[in-house]
């Protein structure tokens, strides 16, 4: 399974920007994706997901109301749109994807197998 994540830029705070992440090698609809970021000098953290098959979703606390995760199988993609951005978004953002996930499991990046490269998201002031 391969991840190609894209859409990453410089925008102003208060700005949008879509994140798309394209799942090629397997049955698409199969697999569970989400996004994760990761900062200089912090930790990876869980930014969004959704689950294959029915599509419910998940979100962190500090974007939830402000990104929007979706999924277009006919494409095997995912999105992040991401509204109202904040300077302490700017990260890395990487799409991650597996075939196993249970509900538990969706925020955890130690669980999904497969990942994209990062794309940049650096909001200014």
């Known amino acids: 399974v391969q991840l190609q994540a894209s859409g990453g830029g410089l925008v102003q705070a208060g700005g949008s920007l879509r994140l798309s992440c394209v799942v090629s090698g397997r049955t698409f609809r199969d697999y569970s994706v989400g996004w994760f970021r990761q900062a200089p000098g912090k930790e990876r953290e869980f930014v969004a997901a959704i689950k294959r098959y029915g599509g419910t979703t998940y979100y962190a606390a500090s974007v939830k109301g402000r990104f929007t995760i979706s999924r277009d199988n006919a494409k095997n993609t995912v999105y992040l749109q991401m509204n109202s951005l904040k300077l302490e978004d700017t990260a890395a953002y990487y799409c991650?994807?597996?075939?196993?996930?249970?509900?538990?499991?969706?925020?955890?990046?130690?669980?999904?197998?497969?990942w994209g490269q990062g794309t940049q998201v650096t909001v200014s002031s």
């Open positions: 991650a994807a597996d075939s196993s996930l249970i509900s538990s499991s969706m925020t955890n990046g130690d669980a999904y197998d497969y």
